[in-house]
T-cell receptor, first 112, second 115 residues
Framework: GENVEQHPSTLSVQEGDSAVIKCTYS??????FPWYKQELGKRPQLIID?????GEKKDQRIAVTLNKTAKHFSLHITETQPEDSAVYFC???????????FGQGTELSVKP | EAGVAQSPRYKIIEKRQSVAFWCNPI?????LYWYQQILGQGPKLLIQ????????DSQLPKDRFSAERLKGVDSTLKIQPAKLEDSAVYLC?????????????FGPGTRLTVL
C-alpha cells in the first residue's frame, strides 16, 4: 500500500548548523509533497511544499528537493535557530483527491 | 480568516464508552478530513469528505468509528465503543477543493484519552 518513510526520527544540531530530513514514498502517482511543522501540543502547519514538475524550491532558510525517479524528497533548513525546534512531517499526495500520506515525523532539536 | 475549529479540545473516557468530536472547517472549504495522530506518529487519514459525500474511508474502523457531514459544512466523528488503542489526537483538516494545489489547514485537534 501507500507508504512514506521518514528519517531520521530525531535530529539534534547546534544553532547555526544545517538540518536535513529525508523521505521516500511508494506511490508513483504522488505529485504533491508538503512539509509540516508541529510544535508541542499544537496543530501541524505547512512550511513549504513542492510539486512534481519542480526539482527544488526555496523559501528563505528552508528548501526542499525532489527526485521523482528515486521517489525521494528532502527538507533542508540552514542557519538553524532554537525556534526551529519542533517535529517535522513530510507527506505525499496524489493529484486527485488531495489525500496525504504522512511520514513518521522527525523531532528536531536546535541547541543554543 | 478564521481557522478550522474543533471541540472539545480534551476528552477522557473509559473504555467501552462513546465519544463524539465536532469540526467546523474554514468557510468555503469543500474538502474535509479527519486524521488520527497517535503519540509519536504522523497523522493517519480516517475519512475524507467532499461536500457531504465520502471520498475515502478505507482506513476508518467502521465497526466502531462513524463520521458524517450532513450539510456539507460541519462534521462529527464518533467512536462507539472506545478502546484503549483509540487514545490519540483527532485532527480535522480542510481545503478549498480536491486539487493538489490547495493547502490543507489543520484544526487544533481533540486529545482523547481512553482509560
Amino acid at each position: 500500500g501507500e507508504n512514506v518513510e521518514q528519517h531520521p526520527s530525531t535530529l539534534s544540531v547546534q544553532e547555526g548548523d544545517s538540518a536535513v530530513i529525508k523521505c521516500t514514498y511508494s506511490d508513483s502517482a504522488s505529485n504533491y509533497f508538503p512539509w509540516y511543522k508541529q510544535e508541542l501540543g499544537k496543530r501541524p502547519q505547512l512550511i513549504i511544499d513542492i510539486r512534481s514538475n519542480v526539482g527544488e524550491k526555496k523559501d528563505q532558510r528552508i528548501a526542499v528537493t525532489l527526485n521523482k525517479t528515486a521517489k525521494h524528497f528532502s527538507l533542508h533548513i540552514t542557519e538553524t535557530q532554537p525556534e526551529d525546534s519542533a517535529v517535522y512531517f513530510c507527506a505525499a499526495g496524489a493529484k486527485e483527491g488531495g489525500k496525504l500520506i504522512f511520514g513518521q515525523g522527525t523531532e528536531l532539536s536546535v541547541k543554543p | 480568516e478564521a481557522g478550522v475549529a474543533q471541540s472539545p479540545r480534551y476528552k477522557i473516557i473509559e473504555k467501552r464508552q462513546s465519544v463524539a468530536f465536532w469540526c467546523n472547517p474554514i468557510s468555503g472549504h469543500a474538502t474535509l478530513y479527519w486524521y488520527q495522530q497517535i503519540l509519536g506518529q504522523g497523522p493517519k487519514l480516517l475519512i475524507q469528505f467532499q461536500n457531504n459525500g465520502v471520498v475515502d474511508d478505507s482506513q476508518l474502523p467502521k465497526d466502531r468509528f462513524s463520521a458524517e457531514r450532513l450539510k456539507g459544512v460541519d462534521s462529527t466523528l464518533k467512536i462507539q465503543p472506545a478502546k484503549l488503542e483509540d487514545s490519540a489526537v483527532y485532527l480535522c483538516a480542510s481545503r478549498l477543493g480536491l486539487a493538489a494545489a490547495n493547502e490543507q489547514f489543520f484544526g487544533p485537534g481533540t486529545r482523547l484519552t481512553v482509560l
